[in-house]
């Protein structure tokens, strides 16, 4: 066998050996809190059609295409996009409790295929504020188990910046 040989079949046995003992959920969460009621937060939130406002995907791809399905804040109405850098994909709302989750179906389409549980948790503050935390979660499958080693890094970020915007724009409304 040659060198060569030997460092294929090291490297495939490391990355097949990595993917099975890799963890097989993710989580990315990131909270912040916002000077506003918690029932308006909610109400904002379950308008799916507002996501182009405050996630920061829509601003790094103004021209994105986006398309909203069924009643405004109801279970099993959706919002889904299509653009080069934010690829494609749908969110679908499937629980709400009032003024306190929101809980959706996020599917991705490209550039690869994947589903996961997007949540929005509010929770009063003695303050009169209301902290919110946004968390996906969801299953990895094969080598997608690589890729959730760096999901929090890749999209934490922009769950920040999202967050961020999400504070200025109910605080000023």
Not at 16 to 43: C, D, H, N, Q, Y
Not at 46 to 75: V, Y
Not at 77 to 99: D, Y
Not at 124 to 130: N, V
């Amino acid at each position: 066998m040659s060198i060569l040989s030997a460092s294929v079949i090291l490297i495939v046995s490391a990355i097949v050996a990595g993917a099975v003992l890799l963890p097989r959920t993710f989580k990315v969460e990131r909270s912040i809190e916002i000077s506003a009621p918690k029932e308006k937060i909610f109400m904002y939130l379950k308008d799916l059609n507002n996501r182009k406002e405050w996630t920061s995907w829509f601003e790094q791809e103004p021209g994105a295409q986006s398309q909203f399905n069924g009643t405004i804040g109801a279970i099993h109405s959706s919002f889904s996009w299509q653009g080069k850098a934010m690829a494609s994909g749908r969110v679908e709302i499937e629980n709400l409790k009032p003024s306190e989750l929101i809980q959706t179906k996020l599917d991705f389409f490209t550039p690869f295929t994947m589903t996961s549980q997007d949540s929005f948790i509010l929770s009063e503050k003695s303050s009169g504020s209301t902290k919110v935390i946004w968390r996906n979660e969801g299953g990895l499958a094969g080598t997608q188990r690589i890729f959730g080693l760096f999901l929090d890094r890749l999209i934490g970020k922009d769950y920040e910046a999202g967050l961020n915007k999400l504070k200025h724009k109910l605080e000023s409304l």
